[in-house]
């Protein structure tokens, strides 16, 4: 059974004596795993939409992946910062550590990366046991899905990332590895760039038996694609679209696992609709 973000209590510091360090988070994902290994008491802010677990809704925002409020971040004085690499305003990154401040990079590409960075931030935190045991379960818990379901025979899927312009899903991109542990084949995999941009006629062209459209409750006014105009598409008229919690599914958490783990489980309902109709 997989574990949740919050079914472990956060342990004792190893060395009881050494203050604890006061934490600014910048990105969600690093907000649930400080959480994950025992540190979310730590957060003194982190950025806009840093909302899981319950309490993380409390941390004060000091900005967002467009700009962070500088002087908010000086007067707090943080003992430590962790960022994301890719998704935090690197000007004012370099300002920071310029002034002083002790910055580490979170940038995990892969789940197997999820575990080294629950391991390093538990570290720096001061909560290494906690964290070497949560990533040694994580690890278990993908071990075993991806043991569930390795001989499943492939079915065609399309992603859709974005509505307007409609996007989806490559090579290089984060959800891609959920499609192969999945089993799921992506027409688009081979495009050069991690998210392309597609057009429905492209769409038309693959036999696309299932479609998976995350939704996120943080894009209030995100509308999915019509799928329901498009009857010709093998996934619409057998109803195969499947709307999973884009929050869980996309960042590179814990609980991303959990995600992964229904999403799987509805691909291959899906699939199995096809199999019992052969």
């Known amino acids: ?16 004596n050494t203050p604890l360090p006061k934490i600014i988070a910048l990105s969600p ?7 994950d290994v025992g540190a979310g008491e730590q957060i003194i802010a982190t950025t806009d939409f840093a ?31 962790i960022a994301w690499k890719s998704g935090t305003p690197s000007d004012d990154l370099a300002r920071l550590s310029q002034l002083g401040f002790k910055v580490v990079y979170s940038e995990p590409k892969t789940f197997r990366d999820i575990a080294k960075e629950l391991r390093r931030f538990a570290d720096l935190s001061g909560h290494s046991a906690q964290g070497q045991q949560v990533a040694e379960e994580f690890l278990k818990q993908l071990g075993d ?19 307007r312009p409609l996007t989806t899903i490559a090579r290089g991109s984060w959800p ?25 006629e492209q769409v038309l062209k693959t036999p696309i038996q299932v479609i998976i459209q995350p939704l996120s409750v943080n894009q209030k006014d995100k509308e999915g694609f019509n799928w329901h105009d498009w009857p010709t598409i093998q ?10 919690d884009a929050d ?31």
């Open 1 to 16: 059974m997989l574990l949740t973000s919050s079914s472990l209590a956060a342990k004792p510091q190893e060395a009881k």
């Open 29 to 35: 994902h690093i907000v649930e795993m400080l959480y």
């Open 51 to 81: 909302d899981y677990p319950e309490q993380a809704k409390n941390i004060p925002s000091i900005g967002n992946y467009i700009r962070l409020q500088l002087e908010k971040v000086i007067a707090l004085q943080p003992d430590l910062i």
């Open 145 to 163: 899905i991806k043991d569930r379901y390795r001989d499943k025979p492939t079915i065609t899927a399309f992603y859709e990332l974005w509505s």
């Open 176 to 200: 891609q590895q959920h499609l192969n542990i999945c089993r799921a084949e992506n027409p688009f995999k081979q495009v050069s760039s991690p998210y392309p941009q597609v057009n429905i």
């Open 235 to 244: 996934a619409v008229s057998e109803n195969n679209i499947i709307t999973p």
């Open 248 to 278: 869980a599914l996309h960042r590179m958490t814990r609980r991303s696992l959990l995600a992964l783990d229904k999403l799987c489980l509805d691909i291959d309902k899906a699939r199995q609709s096809y199999l019992s109709g052969i």
